[in-house]
């Protein structure tokens, strides 16, 4: 079901004028079609009352024969010709009775009233008729004349129908022009909200600090304290970011000392402080990698991962050439991912370590790209790890064998920040023999 609240304003005002469009102008078209059918009705039976008047002047009675007689012709051939749908009658309501010659032998019905009665009735041949009668007294005749004038509704039916048609056409027409009107409309008075979209996404993909605040002015404002927002926040990371690294220096050299300090100690005293003093350095570096990590801001431009990761590979190499392993990296420099080099500096640069921790001869760094997503893998030839030790070297980040050096964090500080922005990482067998640890980062988040 379409959640309504979610409708964009473009479809809400077109919605809206669709609905007074659907509305509004059919009931103008009724209103229109009526008036003129009232007024193309009226103008017939002007018409008609004129005919009855001219039969008026033209009726006289002959005493001697008895016979009712019109003395004038009406000026209309279609009264002559026989059904013709044009009649004109002159009764008593008895035996005398005078017809028009397209009647010929049909009478039409009367309505005996006071004054001018207008009706429509049925006449010859089941033709609709529009009829105008009114009863008279003439000199030398006793009875009351009914007369009757009656023309067929064909004409003024087809007069009407011809406007309803182009009434209806024009007002949909009209209904088109109005709602591309009102699109037109639309689109010019929420394009500068489109370009604060537009600004909003390229301050995201970090191609823009700010929004542009050369708008109307119900809108500036607005755009002015987004760039507040962004400008404070910026700050406030950047301020963050400092002050973690700045901790985590001042924290170095006092943990060094006590590390010093605890060597004098005798058993069991100094193996207890040293395990403290290990616990308690693992837990600075993780919470601080995880404090100083940018995460994925509305600021972080595209990062190329071979410029990124080129100062990690150069220290890997030293490293591994003076353990004497053998490191193969693979880093096209046209591959880029939405995230802060730092960021991606500390998840590889933790990954390669622990490789370096636990290889045999081998290390092997490659990045590539498919259609869904971008992936950096690291493996090694060393011992591997079995599911569950997968599982729970990224949920706990423990030291799986206590009989190696290293802190046995950098599985979690690297799952911690690529879960930063939206990535994954897997950790299963390499090809090499040992663990390959595999991070992806999917196209939204590049």
């Not at 017809?99 to 049925?122: H, M, N, V, Y």
């Not at 309803?164 to 024009?170: F, G, P, T």
């Not at 990224?394 to 922005?421: C, F, P, Q, W």
């Amino acid at each position: 079901m379409l959640n309504r609240r979610r409708l964009g304003i473009t479809t809400r005002l077109l919605s809206a004028a669709l609905l007074l469009v659907v509305l509004i102008l059919p009931i103008a078209g009724a209103m229109l079609a009526y008036n003129f059918q009232r007024s193309a009705t009226t103008a017939f039976d002007q018409r008609l009352e004129s005919l009855l008047n001219v039969v008026l002047a033209g009726i006289a009675y002959d005493p001697i024969s008895g016979r009712l007689l019109m003395q004038k012709d009406l000026g209309d051939p279609r009264f002559e010709r026989v059904f013709s749908g044009w009649y004109w009658q002159l009764s008593d309501g008895g035996d005398l009775n005078l017809t028009s010659r397209s009647l010929w032998d049909q009478r039409l019905p009367t309505s005996p009233k006071a004054g001018i009665d207008i009706a429509d009735i049925g006449g010859p041949r089941n033709q609709q008729l529009r009829k105008i009668e009114r009863d008279i007294q003439i000199a030398s005749l006793s009875q009351t004349l009914h007369v009757t004038v009656a023309a067929t509704r064909n004409e003024l039916d087809a007069e009407v129908l011809h406007f309803k048609q182009l009434l209806y056409s024009s007002l949909a027409t009209l209904g088109v022009l109005l709602l591309l009107g009102q699109a037109i409309q639309i689109r010019w008075g929420l394009s500068p909200l489109r370009r604060i979209r537009r600004n909003l996404r390229a301050v995201e993909q970090g191609e823009l600090e700010r929004l542009d605040t050369q708008l109307p002015q119900e809108l500036s404002h607005l755009a002015e304290a987004i760039n507040t927002v962004i400008e404070r926040d910026q700050k406030l990371i950047e301020r963050g970011r400092h002050a973690a690294g700045n901790l985590a220096h001042a924290l170095k050299t006092p943990v060094s000392v006590l590390f010093t300090q605890a060597e004098r100690l005798d058993e069991p005293q100094r193996s207890a402080i040293q395990q403290e003093l290990v616990r308690l350095n693992e837990a600075v570096r993780h919470h601080l990698a995880r404090a100083s990590a940018a995460g994925p801001t509305s600021l972080v431009g595209d990062c190329n991962i071979g410029k990124a990761l080129a100062p990690v590979i150069n220290g890997i190499a030293r490293l591994a050439e003076r353990r004497q392993l053998h490191f193969s990296h693979y880093c096209p420099e046209q591959l880029r991912v939405k995230i802060d080099p730092q960021d991606l500096q500390e998840m590889v640069g933790n990954l390669l370590e622990n490789a370096s921790q636990w290889a045999s001869q081998n290390i092997a760094l490659h990045c590539h790209q498919n259609s869904q997503s971008l992936i950096i893998s690291i493996s090694d030839d060393g011992p591997g790890m079995s599911e569950e030790d997968c599982q729970h070297a990224l949920t706990r980040g423990l030291r799986l064998d206590e009989s190696r050096s290293g802190s046995g964090l950098g599985l979690a500080i690297a799952n911690d920040l690529v879960k930063l922005y939206r990535g994954t990482l897997s950790l299963g067998k390499a090809q090499l023999g040992g663990l390959q640890a595999e991070l992806r980062f999917t196209p939204n988040h590049r």
